[in-house]
């Protein structure tokens, strides 16, 4: 049977430089040959694993250092997904950029019960290739700012909005 996935990358449109991004959500379902979502159980996610990393702002460059060596995405890269309303579900919840500018975060799904049998296991050896990927999907941009994101009013929280109850007169 042929099947693919269908996904959305949720991630904040702004933070700052150093400090913990509001959790970016990748969320999949899988599709069956004529375009119809499945219905899901924990099996279905059972070997998946999720991946992100960070991509140029028009989304062409999978971007790891900066030009100074610095790393510019840190936290838990690599995740497993839950099973939640027949959606594979997977949050980063500690994600953080050491750079300024703008970015979008790329999401890469493999199921590592099938990759996994022909990357050779000496130490070094490479990767899962995004050629081997079930899904790519990228977020909508993000901005990373120096400074804390409290002094930019965009990644601010909504002020409060006092409300009055209605009165018809």
């Known amino acids: 049977m042929d099947r ?23 969320s999949l379902e899988l599709l069956d040959p004529d375009g119809v979502p499945l219905a899901l159980d924990d099996r279905h996610a059972s070997g998946i694993v999720v991946n992100v990393g960070l991509a140029s702002e028009d989304g062409t460059l999978d971007l790891g250092y900066a030009e100074t060596g610095t790393l510019l995405l840190s936290g838990t890269l690599n ?11 997977t949050t980063f919840p500690s994600l953080a950029v050491h750079w300024p ?44 700012r120096d400074g804390p994101s409290r002094d930019h009013p965009a990644c601010a929280p909504p002020p409060a909005t006092a409300t009055r109850p209605f009165s018809s007169g």
Not at 4 to 26: H, I, M, W
């Open 4 to 26: 693919r996935y269908k996904g959305v990358v949720r991630s904040p449109d702004c933070g700052a430089v150093g400090e913990p991004l509001a959790p970016v959500t990748v």
């Open 79 to 89: 995740r497993t997904p839950e099973v939640l309303d027949d959606r594979l579900v």
């Open 101 to 144: 500018g703008r970015y979008r975060l790329c999401a890469r799904v493999f199921n590592i019960l099938h990759t996994v049998a022909h990357i050779p296991t000496h130490p070094g050896g490479p990767l899962p290739a995004p050629s081997d990927a079930l899904y790519v999907g990228y977020s909508d941009v993000l901005a990373i």
